[in-house]
């Protein structure tokens, strides 16, 4: 019943511009004889990336979002993710090639700027062939995919604002149509899904992920995105960002502007005693909150304009960052007067993976 599908190793990949992501089909449902005939390779690369959870200092498995009972191309097994930046995919391929990659002759689904950029040397190095296939189609086919799946992959962040109160709520999405997403990865980009595989790019901007990285390590020395998410979380973007209060003395009361909203953000670095007065801790939440004010706000006019309620926000850029998830579901409900709604996913930067893995099944 299994009709053409390809020789194991399954695997999908998205190469982006700063995270590789790799989904990994591990079969579950392997006959004895099947298991003798398996070669040793194939048997040593499994385990290879079922027992560890890190791989060499950048590799690591996101084992919390390992996905079991999973059917796929007929099979019956466990979804396994795995990320590293794309800047050490010189020693992926090594990696790879002492594992004997190069002997199983695979293809490999792979989206992502870097399935172009890396293409001959996947084939010259470890006999790999990538077939190429479309970031925006695969992101959206993976979702929807994995959302068939978890029944608690859809969530939301009730009362964003109250530490106290705050907490993920799930959300049903099993009806999801029309919906936008936002997907923020290095940049950004945003889509409108109509229905089953139907969406178009609505827009996007340069300033994302990637921009948030950047300047942080630029102002604060830090050297990684967990370090300038922890420095963010101790930090005090009003020492750093004008206010409204700052301008006005209170409230811009005709136009409804609370005193407490940024007017400038930075606004207040261009003076040197502000500047001696703010630590490394502020400039990283000043840094984030206004790579995600912006963020928010740009979504907010395509919902608008787009006429759509519900925004799904994925991309690594939320990656154990609350603080934006919870900045993007105010800014989305205040903004609106209740009648957006920001959701999240639990596998929030690995669904153009998924859809790619999805698409080796064609
Ligand atoms: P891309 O496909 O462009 O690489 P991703 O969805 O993988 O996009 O998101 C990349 C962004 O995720 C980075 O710009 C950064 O803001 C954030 N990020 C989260 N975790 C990491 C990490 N471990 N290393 C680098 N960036 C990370």
Redesign the pocket.
Known sequence: ETAEVPPMPWFGM????????LVYFEPMDIPPDEQDLEVETLKNIRRYLTNNSAYGNTG?RDAHLQMNGVYIGGRKGILHFI?F??SEMPNFLDLAKSKGMATLASTVCAT?GGAYKFEQQFLNEVNMTLHKFD?LDSLIRGMEFIEGYCSSECYYWENPKDDDKCRKVTFDFSRPYPFMVV?????VSILVVTGAGKFRRVTGTSL??????GLCCLLTGCT???E?IKLAAKGDSTKVDKLVKDIYGGDYSKFGLNGDLVASSFGQMNLEERREAVSKEDLAKATLVTITNNIGSITRMCALTEGIERVVF????????TISMKLLSYAMEYWSGGALRALFLEH??YF?AVGCLLELMR
Do not use: C
């Open positions: 998205d190469i982006g511009g700063s995270l590789t992501k690591h990320r930046p794309t992502g970031e997907n923020v990865g290095s940049g994302g992920g990637g921009t948030f990285l990684s995105f967990e300038a994925v991309g690594n850029f939320l990656r154990v960052n929030e930067g153009g």
